[in-house]
């Protein structure tokens, strides 16, 4: 069974940086294709990027464009988010998401999804 663990969030002031790390066991890291999403409270899912097999392919939200950059190590089973940049809005619970599928920006179809790191950014 997949399993997914995210790790990296806590508190940050605006304009400060954060990267999130996804860490994926249980499957072969190298064929899911994955992605982070987020949710704030109150608000609905939002999709915030997402990184082919390879890792040449990426989608981002228009929210985070220019401002969070999605990897991927296929040799640590290991997936990233570094954001720069951070605002008050970007407050919310991340959630790394793997699929089989190129799933893309439809965050409400991933097959595994981990439990969520809370980012909170401070104005």
Known sequence: QVQLVESGGGLVQAGGNV???CALSGGTFKNYYMGWFR?????E???VAHISLS???K???DSVKGRFTISRDNTKNMMYLQMNGLKPEDT???YCAADSRAIGIRVLEYTYR???TQVTVSS
């Open 45 to 47: 899912r939002e999709f």
């Open 55 to 57: 890792g040449v392919g």
């Open 59 to 61: 989608l981002y939200g």
């Open 92 to 94: 919310a619970v991340y």
């Open 114 to 116: 981990g439990q969520g």
């Open 19 to 21: 990267r999130l790390s």
């Open 39 to 43: 949710q704030a409270p109150g608000k």
